[in-house]
């Protein structure tokens, strides 16, 4: 008995709550009040669900495949609306999609029911969210998107005139923002859909405002706050959201869902990156992100990114729908190092040592350049054996990471002379009387004792550093066919540059013994004229097979070395 009592009061009650007659009020037309929202219907031709779609897209976001189901026309149950700030909204502008009209909720709060009826089916979608409910008057926007990001932000409303008199009843007004199938227009923390009978005075009423008395010029009788929410992406390049508001229980009341323009957006992520050493004399780019949002650095820039080079902290903010990020940075200038190549060397063909050691120093780490002849290009002292004169740079690091170069020229000195250029150039300076100083070409053998009383390897020099001959031979040389002393002057080429043929101008030398060679800076024989008695005057050479670039001419005596620039062109 009571059994039966508990279940004929239930009964009771259940039938005095819902057995209410459900009365549609009637449409409005677009007359408001000033501080009302202002709407555009969605015609499909000034006014389009591509035009929705860019409404509500932030920067950076790409989209395609839209597709729509609603009432289109001059009175539609979707569009773009403005002035919602002054109406009591959280924002002012952006998009909305209706289970009714979307001229109904233009203010101010007038009816209790206020109705359009669409006549159109519901969406299964939406009724999985709120289970033993049947949906009806669908509107639906939907479309891929991609963007370089792995989440998203929105910010939406949803308003109703089923409340508050209907919170708890068989008539449930949903929507839902399915992204790639799930529904993200939650209520914040949570995973319940917002609906009718999720968020009123009772349910989550810290996102609930009531308008039952029409404080806000708008139509609905009550709606949510501003809410908002980032949400995960999946690894997929591309993504598909649907937006979807329906009645339920019947077709009639309307309730509204509104987009914050522009919401529809890449989140504020600002990630200057660590702290960062500078060298001096570098600079960096600071980059903020975030394109097309708002910027203000600690220098004053308002743009994206901006370029330093000087030591301090750096910030920035970054703002977006009134949104703002912000991180720090600290840049440190560390000063070079001083790099030292060490002395230019000298090494001599014909005679050891036919290397020379390098020596660097400033830093921890050292790499040389060209490596041509090197023994080990990333140390500080490699040996050096280069096959002609090469000057090599020397790049110094320090711990800190700073480079700084230097230079070192190591001379290549072809110093041999003789019949079978088996002997070696010396200046000799005679005892006593320097101002005689004569080259001379000796033994291999006998250098070192020359180099003991203050001889040096090689031709005599002069101030200038034009090389010398004078005075007589010493007698441990042997000659045959001793050739006079001879002068720069004594011997000419011409055209230099040359693109063809090379004259060789020997009259002075007619008689003497020479030998006559070009070299390519590498030392590499390109022509030779053996060592003879010259006998003509002009020496005409054809260069037309001798590529581009720049050569020496050598002529040798017995006891001298003469060279002369010689360039080639096309």
């Known amino acids: 008995m009571k059994k039966l009592l508990l279940l004929a009061l239930i009964y009771a009650i259940s039938t005095t709550v819902y057995s209410q007659k459900r009365i549609a009020g009637p449409s409005k037309d677009m007359v408001r009040a000033a501080a009302s929202p202002s709407v555009t219907n969605m015609d499909g031709t000034t006014t389009t669900s ?3 779609v860019e409404n509500i897209l932030g920067p950076g976001i790409s989209y395609s495949n839209i597709s729509f189901t609603g009432l289109t026309g001059t009175i539609s149950s979707a569009g773009l609306f403005t002035n919602g700030g002054t109406a009591g909204l959280g924002f002012e502008s952006g998009i909305i999609l209706s289970s009714g009209y979307i001229n109904n909720v233009v203010g101010p709060n007038i009816s209790s029911g206020i109705t359009g009826n669409l006549g159109l089916p519901g969406d299964a979608q939406l009724a999985s969210l709120i289970p033993g409910y049947t949906t009806n008057d669908a509107t639906i926007l939907e479309f891929d998107f991609s963007l370089p990001a792995d989440s998203i932000y929105i ?7 089923e409340y508050n008199e209907w919170v708890g009843s068989a008539y449930n007004d949903v929507f839902a923002f399915f992204l790639d199938g799930s529904n993200i227009a939650l209520v914040p923390g949570t995973s319940t859909p917002v609906s009718i009978n999720n968020v009123n005075n009772g349910s989550n009423s810290a996102y609930y405002i009531d308008n039952t008395s029409g404080s806000n010029n708008i139509e609905s009788d009550g709606f949510t706050t501003t809410i908002t929410g980032t949400f995960a992406l999946n690894s997929n390049p591309s993504h598909h959201i649907k937006l979807a508001i329906a009645d339920a229980g019947d077709h009639i009341l309307d309730s509204w869902v509104f987009i914050r323009a522009s919401s529809f957006s890449i989140p504020i992520e600002v990630d200057l990156g660590p702290d960062v050493a500078l060298c001096e004399g570098e600079s960096i780019v600071l980059d903020a992100g975030n394109p097309g949002y708002e910027f203000l650095w600690s220098t004053g820039d308002t743009t994206q990114t901006i370029t330093v080079d000087t030591e301090g902290e750096y910030y920035v903010d970054v703002t977006y729908l009134g949104n703002t990020e912000s991180d720090t940075i600290y ?18 063909i014909g005679y050891p040592p ?4 390098l020596s660097a120093s400033g830093g921890v780490s050292y790499s040389w350049y060209p490596t041509t002849g090197l023994s080990d290009p990333d140390i500080a002292d490699p040996i050096a054996q280069p096959e002609f004169t090469t000057t090599y740079t020397v790049t110094v690091t320090d711990a800190n990471g700073c480079v700084d170069t ?4 190591v001379v290549v000195n072809d ?8 002997k070696v150039l010396v200046c000799h300076l005679p005892p006593g009387n320097i101002g005689e100083a004569h080259t001379i070409c000796i033994s291999a053998n006998a250098v070192a004792a020359h180099l003991a009383h203050g001889d040096y390897l090689g031709e005599c020099m002069d101030a200038a550093g034009n090389a010398y001959s004078g005075g007589d031979y010493d007698s441990d040389i042997e000659y045959s066919n001793k050739t006079a002393e001879i002068k720069t002057e004594d011997w000419s080429i011409y055209p230099n540059p040359v693109k063809g043929k090379l004259s060789v101008n020997l009259l002075k030398l007619q008689g003497s013994e020479v030998q006559l060679s070009i070299y390519d800076l590498s030392g590499r024989v390109y022509w030779e004229l053996p060592r003879q008695t010259i006998k003509s005057s002009v020496i005409d050479i054809d260069l037309k097979k001798l590529p581009t670039g720049i050569y020496q001419i050598v002529l040798l005596t017995d006891s001298q070395k003469m060279v002369k620039k010689l360039v080639v062109t096309k």
């Open 50 to 52: 591509a035009d929705l």
């Open 155 to 161: 910010e939406f409303i949803f308003g109703s005139d």
């Open 331 to 348: 840049v440190s200038v560390n000063p070079l190092p001083t790099a030292d190549a060490g002395d230019d060397a000298v090494i001599y």
């Open 354 to 357: 036919l290397n020379t050691q």
């Open 406 to 409: 230097d230079e070192v020229t």
């Open 415 to 422: 110093i041999r002379c003789g019949k079978n250029m088996n």
